[in-house]
């Protein structure tokens, strides 16, 4: 019992450092080779987990391999736009100028239900709406509203908003966040100085977060640190 536990926890951290090595897209949107090595990887390392008789070599070897693999594969796109078509494909426009492209749904075996399902997953409710609707390689369907049903946007009105930034996490669950400190180029004596505006300190704070343009926002644990 407690070799097959070790067994897998050691699985379980060379396949997490391998999904981690292999990118971020992997946990969001796949390629068709990135969807088979991910299956493989889970396959490979599903067998010595449950199988003490198996050398777990026999697994993490194979793992390793298909890293290797993708990496090489990924290298190989990047440098190639053949080899991108060949290994990831082509968009495929399914709705062209507000019309349906029969032959394009037959060719990706997209149904018309499968068509709006996509279509409400953009919060469009209204095939109507659609000026064109693009089958993208990582399966996700990206949609383009008609002009007049388009969000408008401040440029619509020659309204210039004012730059905001992103806003940065300065404490979290009482945890001083020191590198965004010193992206903002602010220390921990002025961070102390703006909490304490409300009345609590950086260690019984929730969340402190500082914007672009520089409003703070600040929430306090429900139960204080003693």
Known sequence: MLITLIRSITLYI???IVMRLMGKREIGQLQPFELAISIMIADLAAIPMSDTG???TNGIIPILGLLVMHLLISLINMKSVKMRELMCGRPTILVY??????KALKKERFTINELEER???SSVFNLGDVEYAIL???GQVTVIQKPNKRTTIPEDFNIMPEYEGIAYDLVVDGKIMKENLRKIEKDEKWLRKEV???HISPENALIVTYDGKGQIFCQEKSEKKK
């Not at 100028?97 to 029969?102: K, Q």
């Open 14 to 16: 060379i396949v997490l």
């Open 54 to 56: 198996i050398p777990i």
């Open 97 to 102: 100028r507000g019309r349906i492209d029969e």
């Open 119 to 121: 279509l409400r997953d």
């Open 136 to 138: 993208e390689t990582s």
């Open 196 to 198: 304490g505006k409300f």
